[in-house]
């Protein structure tokens, strides 16, 4: 019995260290591989993320993390400039017809990354197809049709005017595909991220789920000012916030992304790093039901605004990483103007305002929370309402049980955030509108219907002038009837190796990595 | 045995079929709303309904389930909700990394505490005793996190000799395996120095000792093998929890195991790809639990008769 054992245990033990061997061994020869290639003199930045791609299929995402793989594979028809100007990528001009037909030029001679010649024809079937697509499509229901007219000219049709047209085709969902590849992918039972290919500045190398994904130089991109200036990007998955910072700080990052704002003061003082900070269109507001009573009395509302010390929240939730902010949508994005009433720190205007209301005695209500940042807001804002006599209870959930909710209306007051992307219908429509009250994103539950008049103008009427005193009114009501209390406006940030250059921030977070080199 | 064998083989169809019960229905019960989470704070509500339907969430728990268990009876795990892949091809890719580094935790765990120990029972109260009951005690408090950030400043941003995290070369387990198996080390250490005791006075062996067996023999022979059942206990519930609960230390590490893909996949209440994990969870910790029973019956002859 004691041989047999003594066998067992010795063959078991030896071919499970053989197995462990050859596993490690053949992870080593991978790595010998990649770091041979960067001694090659070829240059790889390394850029370190919070949380994986989802999916590397412009239509099956909506995700940050995600478009930084896909907006670098794919072009878009337009693109935004730092100006917060709408450019052609791969058109080359459009042309507005009437209010519901533009016609598209497209660039010549682009060349998809297997070589291919990109046509009208790829684009009418890129946005026929992300029409269908339930994580994207919605971008794109004001196109009724795409006619193709010949190879580099289109007339997109709509069902509606809209002004959203150009900015949407600016988003990394509305991507253009290869519709020879696509359609090969799709008849061999594949899907179209098993093999991305677009016409953008680099071509997929690779991807491992949780890990990384790696994208290699398109030497043959179309625009010679946008071309990479490295050859390769690595993109790090890094969840927890020391180890990102500590993996830039030895070396193993050259840039990282999601910048741990308790971090930001090491970087700072570390010679060999460099902070970049940048104006995001981060919001981060208070908001309450005006579905329920007392909110709906706006003299409440603005009491609570001037009891709230905004420069105390900012220092608890973000280390001070941001400014005290009064609007409604952040600075550097399109459809801000800073017209909007401001209502001080003051305690007694607040309790006067309190007591007009009828409410001097104060009241108890509750305030959905869905992460630690908010939840430290939260803790001012209670300190500052118990001065009023006002109680408030701090509940803080996941972050889906928080959305269903706040949807659901079961909150008094809550506190989210907002990051404008390139069309402020997108900002205003979800957030103020009637019809987006609860699960549509206006979790204030305001409803005015000269607001949905205003915002519904400013979608479709095609003066630029027009839309921009709707917006103004807009934020002036909003501001006046204190539908949020905007509590600060988060700095943008990135951290990166002293020597590293090109860095190039997006006030909406849609950084492009292709000017990076040492 | 080889009975035996098969009929706690064919028991795992009832474990698969609860444990999916349980955790479809604990999902369907938890508040939170999957199309919201996968879209985002500012896509439309059109959008959400839209991927609702797609997904099938519309439709009764009931049917759901029913759907999910057609598809299982043929071998299918189901479809991601976030990524619309096959969940078996996302477990499955990650789970040969969660594997390597349960495995190497083990391995790390198992050869430190057998001989500390062996050690600290047959020197009970001694320096060498109180030290490692220390160091065991201090093992088991120590969190995983905590512990994974500490080797992380020291030997990764200090001495620069292993990397903070990834999981390519044998230098990317060094720290993640330290930190893994010092809990596991922590508990089997324990469990060894009790058992020991308990077995080193027994009439048997003091017998041995005073027919004139040697000091190593009665301890290595006599006394070890008999003392070993309640540690290939430990080992084995240890090796089944390091498998699904290395969370932590992938999250430290940057480890792409399927922990983390699980706990993701729970904050957007991506159902299919709960279900995956756990199932596979489960089998491999009766697979697990099944390897630990038939390694009894060669440590102890009385079991592998119980077997037959």
Not at chain 1, 17 to 25: E, M, P, S, V, Y
Request: aromatic share 10%; proline share 4%; with cysteine.
């Amino acid at each position: 019995m004691r041989k047999v054992l003594c066998t067992i245990l010795a063959g078991v033990m030896t071919a499970s260290l053989l197995a462990g061997c050859g596993g490690g061994g053949s992870d080593q020869g991978n790595s010998t591989k990649g770091s041979s290639g960067e001694a090659g003199g070829s240059q790889a930045i390394n850029i370190g993320i919070n949380t994986d791609v989802s999916s590397l299929d412009p239509h099956n995402h909506n995700d940050t993390a995600s478009s930084y793989a896909t907006r670098h594979i794919y072009s878009n028809l337009v693109r935004l400039t730092d100006n917060n100007e709408f450019v052609g990528d791969l058109a080359e001009k459009w042309e507005f017809v009437d209010d519901m037909t533009v016609e598209f030029t497209l660039k010549e001679g682009v060349k998809f990354h297997d070589g291919t010649a990109l046509t009208a024809e790829d684009v009418k079937y890129s946005l026929e197809s992300q029409k269908e697509s339930p994580k994207v499509g919605h971008l794109v229901s004001m196109i009724e049709s795409v006619e193709v007219k010949d190879d580099t000219h289109f007339i997109i049709h709509m069902n509606t005017p809209s002004n959203a047209l150009i900015s949407s085709l600016n988003h990394s969902g509305c991507a253009i595909y290869s519709k020879a590849h696509v359609e090969k992918l799709l008849a061999d039972g594949k899907k179209i991220e098993d093999e991305p290919m677009g016409t953008g500045p680099y071509k997929f190398e690779n991807w491992t789920p949780g890990a990384s994904f790696t994208l290699v130089k398109n030497p043959d991109y179309f625009d010679p000012e946008r071309a990479a200036q490295n050859d390769k990007l690595t993109f790090k998955v890094i969840p927890e916030d020391s180890a990102r910072t500590i993996a830039l700080e030895n070396g193993e990052l050259d840039l990282l992304i999601d910048v741990p704002f308790t971090d930001a003061g090491k970087i700072r003082d570390n010679d060999k790093l460099a902070l970049d900070e940048y104006t995001s269109t981060h919001v981060e507001y208070f908001t309450v039901n005006q579905s329920k009573a007392p909110f709906d009395n706006v003299k409440v509302r603005q009491a609570l605004s001037h009891a709230i010390n905004k420069g105390d929240a900012l220092i608890a939730s973000i280390n001070g990483e941001g400014k005290v902010f009064d609007n409604y949508i952040g600075e550097a994005a399109i459809g801000y103007y800073d017209v909007v009433t401001k209502y001080d720190y003051d305690v007694e205007k607040a309790k006067a305002l309190l007591e007009e209301a009828g409410y001097g005695d104060g009241f108890t209500f509750n305030c959905y929370v869905s992460n630690a940042k908010r939840a430290n807001s939260a803790t001012v804002i209670q300190a500052n309402l118990a001065e009023l006599g006002i109680t408030m209870n701090i509940e803080q959930m996941e972050a889906s049980t928080f959305y269903e909710k706040t949807g659901n209306s079961e909150h008094d007051s809550c506190i989210a955030g907002w990051v404008a992307n390139a069309e402020p219908d997108n900002t205003y429509r979800p957030l103020f509108t009637s019809g987006n009250a609860g699960a549509g994103g206006n979790r204030s539950f305001y409803k005015n219907p000269e607001i949905d008049k205003l915002v519904d103008d400013a979608a479709t009427n095609s003066d630029k002038a027009a839309v921009q005193k709707d917006y103004e009114t807009i934020l002036k009501t909003l501001s006046d009837e204190a539908v949020w209390v905007p509590l600060y406006a988060q700095t943008g940030l990135i951290a990166r190796n002293a020597d590293l250059k090109g860095v190039n921030p997006s006030p909406i977070q849609m950084h492009d990595f292709y000017a990076l080199h040492y | 045995m080889h009975k035996y064998v098969i009929k706690r083989l064919i028991m795992l169809i009832p474990v698969v079929i609860g444990v999916s019960f349980l955790v479809f229905f604990i999902m369907s019960l938890a508040p939170g709303d999957t199309a919201r989470t996968i879209l985002g704070e500012d896509a439309p509500i059109e959008a959400i309904e839209a991927l609702n339907e797609e997904l099938g969430l519309n439709d009764p728990v009931l049917i759901r389930y029913g759907r999910y268990m057609v598809g299982l009876a043929h071998g299918d795990l189901g479809t991601s909700y976030k990524s619309g892949r096959s969940v078996f091809t996302e477990v499955m890719s990650r789970f040969p990394d969660t594997l390597k580094l349960a495995f190497w935790g083990m391995i790390f765990a198992v050869v430190l505490s057998i001989p500390i120990g062996i050690i600290s029972a047959t020197k009970q109260y001694s320096l060498i005793d109180s030290v490692s009951m220390v160091f065991a005690l201090l093992g088991v408090a120590t969190p995983n996190f905590w512990l994974g950030l500490m080797l992380i400043i020291g030997f990764s941003l200090h001495l620069r000799w292993f990397p903070s995290g990834g999981s390519e070369g044998w230098k990317a387990l060094v720290l993640p395996v330290i930190t893994l198996g010092t809990g596991c080390m922590a508990n089997i250490t324990r469990t060894t120095r009790s058992s020991m005791l308990e077995v080193i006075r027994q009439d048997y062996i003091r017998t041995a000792k005073a027919k004139g067996v040697g000091y190593r023999s009665v301890i290595y022979k006599h006394a070890l093998k008999n003392a070993l059942i309640p540690v290939v206990t430990v080992i084995g519930l240890q090796f089944g929890s390091l498998l699904g609960g290395a969370v932590l230390t992938e999250a430290v590490f940057s480890w792409p195991g399927v922990g983390t893909y699980l706990v993701n996949s729970i904050k957007a209440k991506d159902t299919p790809a709960v279900l995956g994990c756990v199932i596979i969870f489960s089998i491999c910790f009766s697979i697990v639990n099944l390897c630990v029973d038939i390694l009894y019956a060669y440590i102890d002859p009385r079991i592998k008769s119980k077997y037959k």
